[in-house]
């Protein structure tokens, strides 16, 4: 018989001067079902942090088939529709430029993950938009990274998931995944895009990287960050880390 137990914790800071309820990234995951996820809010979008929230509790609650483009388009109909039922009324009595605002609505980076089973091998398949990143970690090396494979691929403009564009070829353009065979000890690292950048570009030169990140506390990734930012070597955004550590039972086990 199978059996899967499951590490899973998030940790998260906001840019360096803001308070903590101005982080405006997401991180969910559910034990249970397997599935994670990591979403940044754009920082110029409005109510950015809702909308990033939206997108990773809709991945927990409202699974899908991540390889159907048709599943994809109708759970993001679905996230718009939570979107504007939260703002129903919210903008009775607000000024025009907040008017303005809501009427071109928010953006976010989304990276999903869920484990499953393929062909009696147990796997991560993801789904992402943008440059949240994850890596798949094992015995200590990166083994995958996706969907940014080197840090200089890192940009301004990434594809982003839009509160209002839930038809046509919007609502598919950016979409990429993949899949990844797991074993035991294997640990899967979502990380949204600064700290993915600084952690591609600092694992190729040391990979001790990814053993520090995979074993990262609290309490040690608030010292990561602060160190990083001390030493300017980490864009000044919002950080979240999302580590999952799978340990296998021997039926399972190569």
Request: hydrophobic share 45%; with cysteine; charged share 25%.
């Amino acid at each position: 018989m199978t059996s899967v137990r499951l590490d899973l914790a998030s940790f998260g800071q906001a840019k360096d001067g803001y308070r903590s309820h101005e982080w405006e990234d997401s991180a969910a995951h559910s034990f249970r079902s397997g599935r994670f996820a990591v979403a940044d809010g754009a920082t110029t979008a409005f109510r950015a942090r809702a909308w990033s929230h939206i997108l990773t509790a809709g991945w927990l609650s409202d699974p899908f088939a991540i390889d159907d483009d048709d599943e994809w388009v109708e759970w993001l109909a679905r996230r718009a529709a939570i979107w504007d039922a939260d703002l129903d009324g919210r903008e009775d009595d607000a000024p025009f430029y907040v008017v303005a605002a809501a009427n071109r609505g928010s953006f976010a980076t989304l990276l999903g993950v869920e484990l499953g089973v393929d062909d009696g091998e147990l796997c991560w398949r993801a789904l992402a938009v943008g440059d949240a990143c994850l890596f798949h970690v094992r015995e200590g090396a990166l083994l995958q990274s996706f969907p940014v494979t080197d840090a200089a691929e890192f940009g301004s403009h990434p594809a982003l998931v839009h509160s209002g564009t839930t038809t046509g070829p919007g609502a598919v353009r950016g979409v990429e995944r993949a899949r990844g065979s797991l074993i035991e000890g294997d640990r899967v690292l979502l990380a949204t895009d600064a700290l993915a950048e600084w952690a591609l570009l600092a694992g190729s030169t040391d990979p001790g990287v990814w053993e520090r990140l995979g074993t990262i506390d609290e309490e040690g990734f608030g010292r990561l960050i602060a160190e990083l930012r001390a030493g300017d070597a980490l864009r000044n955004d919002d950080v979240t880390l999302l580590r999952c550590g799978v340990s296998i039972s021997s039926a399972v086990r190569r």
